[in-house]
Structures are given as structure tokens and as C-alpha cells.
């Protein structure tokens, strides 16, 4: 089980790399890209603001599954 850590203001460059590579493997399944995505953390009231940025060349046709 994974140890996670409520209310704190960042993430270590670590955690971030971690959550960017897990990000990667869904938009991956939506998306064609080549760059990895960008994110930025910002204190909002009582919360996060958390924008993620990234670029794709096409949107990938998804099947339903039967």
C-alpha cells in the first residue's frame, strides 16, 4: 500500500516525476505525444489548483469495448 501524505503545499521532484510518468501511461491511451506532461501545483483557498499541460499530434479513436 502506498503512503500518501495529505495537506502538504508541494511535492518533491520525485513525487512529481512519479505522478507524470503514471499520467503519461492514461493520456497515452487518448492522446499521441511525444513530451511528457507539465505540471504546476498552486494553493487555492482551501485546496489545489493543479493544471496539467501537454501536447498531442492527433486524439487516438477509442473502441467500445464489446
Known amino acids: 500500500m502506498k503512503n500518501i501524505v495529505l ?3 508541494d511535492m518533491s521532484d520525485f513525487e512529481r516525476t512519479l505522478f507524470i510518468k503514471d499520467l503519461k501511461k492514461v ?8 513530451k511528457s ?10 485546496g489545489f489548483l493543479v493544471c496539467v499541460l501537454f501536447t498531442a499530434r492527433r486524439v487516438k479513436s477509442v473502441k467500445k469495448p464489446l
Open 7 to 9: 495537506e502538504r503545499d
Open 37 to 46: 506532461p507539465s505540471l504546476e501545483i498552486t494553493r487555492e483557498g482551501d
Open 27 to 34: 493520456t497515452d491511451e487518448y492522446f499521441e505525444s511525444d
